[in-house]
């Protein structure tokens, strides 16, 4: 369900307030009294709600609008009013008036002296109020600049925020030119689900192709069926092709860093890249859900790699290189990046190397000591979250045994697999710098390290006849 937005502060709203069907102290749509105080006129075809602080300061406006009237109903009425001084008393000080004046405008300076006799009580003394109203006014301060304006406010501060960049997102760094283009972003962009079938969207009317975004139907129409072929330009580092050049440049060949989070400070290219880190990183947004096992991922490519390595068996990818099969699409490009890849990342404590910064965070945990996965059963603590799901198999009493070897079983799938590839196949691992071979790969490693052989220079021997 789409949250409710305020449509003064922008802001979601809990418990809404429809301005439509809510009385103000059963007497007053809310609706009439934001048309007299605003000079709006509300669609019933928009939104129309708005939060209880700005409900308050609604009713502040229109009571500071009705009192302003009634004051100025009694300022001029108090004009017909003659006051005249009479003479005073022996033994009194005070003034009478032989007019009535109104109310408001007078205090009630001393009241009956009970030592007087009954007879003689006299009215209550009155006595004007000696103040000076406050100079009206027709003139506007601007927030920004405090230059002060007799007309077209509007106009100059509307100048200054298209100086700023325009209305700036809340939840992006995206800048709209007026309040209802930023109430649009904010209903389709972030508190509106992609698969949300209330979701406003834009059909194009020959191909029946759906977009969220009208410019972006506009753009399709213009370059899909009209034609017209999008307008590429030539690189100058590299000679491709581009769309769009100067984005093109900044990323791949200036890296120039173009914003930062406010979060952690970490710099982006684009800010389309700062946007998905911080509803990713920081907000931990996970709006797509596997149809599966109905849990929640970050991104459609998220549940299409769970889905091909938790819920399909079938292996469907094999590197050509060692003949390692995989179930999704993701970990076999991966796997193929290690073949060509080169040690690139280093420990600044012992100056191993390694081919990817998740492999160089795996290696870091053993320098320091923390153990963040202990075990609920005897308390004993490991490093990594896999060697914990070792040592619950010892508990639980789960092995994997060797279904050729009678009483030989494993803790792990990848000791059985190890064991079943050197033992019952006969596959080795041979350096193809010295030619020495290995029934195990972390020996060939070894040999390698201590030789200083290239380490990716290596050849897995599977004998005929198996794949």
Sequence with gaps: MTPDICRVCLQIVDDPIDMTFVLYKESIQVSQIFQNCTGLTLNTDKNNVICSECERRLYDAYEFKEQAKEAEKVLTQSDQFSVTKIENKEDDEDFYWNEPI??????????????????????????????????MTNRFQCRFCLQTFVEGLREHEKMHIAENGGYECHHCPKKFINRDRIYVHLKVVHFSNKDDPNRPKFPCDICGKEYIQKSSLQKHKKFGHSGTPLPKEIC??????????????????????????????????????????????????????????????????????????????????????????????????????????????????????????????????????????????????????????????????????????????????????????????????????????????KHLVQHQKASKCDRNKWTRIVPEGYS
């Design 102 to 135: 109104h109310e408001p405008l007078v205090t009630i300076l001393k009241k009956e002296n009970n030592s007087i006799n009954d007879e003689f009580k006299v009215k209550k003394i009155k006595k004007r109020v000696s103040f000076q109203l406050p100079r």
């Design 236 to 441: 100058p580092y590299c000679g491709k092709e581009q769309f769009n050049l100067k984005v093109h440049i900044r990323i791949v060949h200036t890296g120039t860093i173009v914003c930062y989070c406010e979060y952690c400070n970490k710099g982006f290219k684009t800010k389309g890249a700062l946007k998905v880190h911080i509803k990713h990183v920081h907000l931990n947004i996970k709006e797509f859900q596997c149809p599966i096992c109905l849990k929640f991922y970050r991104s459609r490519r998220e549940i299409k790699t769970h889905t091909e390595a938790v819920h399909v068996d079938e292996q469907r990818f094999s590197c050509e290189s060692c003949g390692k099969k995989f179930k999704s699409e993701a970990s076999y490009k991966n796997h193929k990046k290690m073949h060509v890849a080169d040690f690139d990342f280093k420990c600044e404590i012992c100056d191993a190397r390694f081919k990817s910064i998740a492999y160089l965070r795996g290696h870091l945990k053993v320098h320091n000591d923390r153990k963040d996965y202990s075990c609920s059963i005897c308390s004993e603590a490991f490093k990594r979250k896999e060697q914990l799901r070792r040592h619950m198999r010892k508990h639980n009493g789960i092995r994997f045994p060797c279904p050729l070897c009678p009483g030989v079983s494993f803790l792990d799938k990848g000791y059985l697999k190890e064991h079943h590839e050197r033992v019952h196949i006969g596959i080795r691992y041979r350096c193809d710098v010295c030619g020495k071979d290995y029934g195990c790969k």
